[in-house]
T-cell receptor, first 114, second 113 residues
Framework: EAQVTQNPRYLITVTGKKLTVTCSQN?????MSWYRQDPGLGLRQIYY???????DKGDVPEGYKVSRKEKRNFPLILESPSPNQTSLYFC?????????????FGPGTRLLVL | AQSVSQHNHHVILSEAASLELGCNYS??????LFWYVQYPGQHLQLLLK??????LVKGIKGFEAEFIKSKFSFNLRKPSVQWSDTAEYFC???????????FGKGNQVVVIP
């Protein structure tokens, strides 16, 4: 089954404790992206990747890191989480192209930073 | 600044009522337009999309959207909603041809049985 998976689905942590949220897709997509969803703000893009070893900042990259060492994986790293990073995070993937491609979203990771 | 606007963030209506959600964007030039839906507790999934051709596009579950270039709008409609249409609806725009999407803030729609 074609899908985007994220782990963990729920996470409670404390300020400053490094964490990684994994994202994996089995559709051989070149493009992957991370969003955060906050009430009243919609989805905002954190980072995106056009292919292996090619990543770039989205609209709200501060406090986050990513890597793309393999085509299927695109982990999101919070080196020193803070309470303002409490949010719902979605990973998405699509074929690379002209912008007409459907993006496929993971189930989301709900993060609470105390 | 370039943006995607969705109005009436919270919409409450009864089953069988008609639904229309507005989406306006401020990008010039060629755009690719999308509506995504997020059912409670689920991930986002595509409802419909528009690139070119007939400005009235049909999607899944009886939804349709109309692209009006002169108004920079891409409004979503459904003639008769069901309780199962309770969800959050997001308009998204691609204006740079590199897969990046800009999302609106979403419309939370609640359908009362």
């Amino acid at each position: 089954e074609a899908q985007v998976t994220q782990n963990p689905r729920y996470l409670i942590t404390v300020t400053g404790k490094k964490l990684t949220v994994t994202c994996s897709q089995n559709m051989n997509h070149e493009y992957m992206s991370w969003y955060r969803q906050d009430p009243g703000l919609g989805l905002r893009q954190i980072y995106y990747s056009m292919n292996v070893e090619v990543t770039d900042k989205g609209d709200v990259p501060e406090g986050y890191k990513v890597s793309r060492k393999e085509k299927r994986n695109f982990p999101l790293i919070l080196e020193s989480p803070s309470p303002n990073q409490t949010s719902l995070y979605f990973c998405a993937s699509s074929r690379a192209g002209t912008g007409r491609e459907t993006q496929y979203f993971g189930p989301g990771t709900r993060l609470l930073v105390l | 600044a370039q943006s995607v606007s969705q109005h009436n963030h919270h919409v409450i209506l009864s089953e069988a009522a008609s639904l229309e959600l507005g989406c306006n964007y401020s990008y010039g030039g060629t755009v690719n337009l999308f509506w995504y839906v997020q059912y409670p507790g689920q991930h986002l999934q595509l409802l419909l999309k528009y690139f070119s051709g007939d400005p009235l596009v049909k999607g899944i579950k009886g939804f349709e959207a109309e692209f009006i270039k002169s108004k920079f709008s891409f409004n979503l409609r459904k003639p008769s909603v069901q309780w199962s249409d309770t969800a959050e609806y997001f308009c998204a725009v691609n204006a740079n041809g590199n897969n990046r999407l800009a999302f609106g803030k979403g419309n939370q729609v609640v359908v009362i049985p």
